[in-house]
């Protein structure tokens, strides 16, 4: 069974730091590429960022560009999301996902709130 | 970006039929493929892949769930509704960068 479980979520100061972790389990990891989603309170999804199945290529929202790295440890099966400067309007919660040509599985997400 | 405009509601009664639109702003389609996706996402849950390429089921979803459409103009459809399907509905493309997603439709018991 594909699972995928956030974890790194929390409360965090406007221009602060914070780095979301995805343990993946259930399938080949370094088949898959892998990306970010968000979501913000009572809004519709947004992609953040993808990265390829080797971590030679990644791609972000232009929004976010320059601000977050999406990185991937395929030894422990583990996608990463460092995200720097934050504002409130990153506040959201994040879903990693696996990816075919779509978002075929999604984890449960874990919610960032960015706020002094 | 290709936008996509979905209606933010409808409303249902149970057993009969539902039909939700997807609208882009630019052809996803290429090589006979259609990069459009359908996802539901209950309140407090994680999205679920419902539909992938305009008209495949993904795995362990009903039958009473289809896509269909092309280029420009998709439809989700749930036949027949029944209460466990009241969920809000996105349509996603994967054509090209960035990845886009529709508002939702949020599917609603008359």
């Known amino acids: 069974e594909v699972q995928l479980v956030e974890s790194g979520g929390g409360l965090v100061q406007p221009g602060r730091s914070m780095k979301l972790s995805c343990a993946a389990s259930?399938?080949?990891?370094?088949?898959?590429?892998m990306a970010w989603v968000c979501q913000a309170p009572k809004k519709g999804l947004e992609w953040v960022a993808t990265i390829s199945y080797d971590g030679s290529s990644t791609y972000y929202r232009d929004s976010v560009k320059g601000r977050f790295t999406i990185s991937r440890d395929n030894a422990k099966s583990t996608l990463y999301l460092q995200m720097d400067s934050l504002r409130s309007e990153d506040t959201a919660t994040y879903y990693c996902?696996?990816?075919?040509?779509?978002?075929?599985?999604w984890g449960q997400g874990t919610l960032v709130t960015v706020s002094s | 970006d290709i936008v996509l405009t979905q209606s933010p509601a409808l409303a249902v009664s149970l057993e009969q039929r539902a039909t939700i639109s997807c609208k882009t702003s630019q052809n996803v389609d290429n090589y006979g493929i259609s990069y459009m996706h359908w996802y539901q996402q209950k309140p407090g849950q994680q999205p679920k892949l419902l539909i992938y390429e305009g008209s495949n089921l993904a795995s362990g979803i009903p039958a009473r769930f289809s896509g269909s459409g092309s280029g420009t103009d998709f439809t989700l459809t749930i036949d027949p509704v029944e209460a466990d399907d009241i969920a809000t509905y996105y349509c996603q493309q994967s054509k090209d960068y960035p990845p886009t997603f529709g508002g939702g439709t949020k599917l609603e018991l008359k």
């Open positions: 259930g399938f080949t990891f370094n088949n898959y590429d």
């Open positions: 996902a696996r990816i075919t040509r779509e978002f075929a599985y």
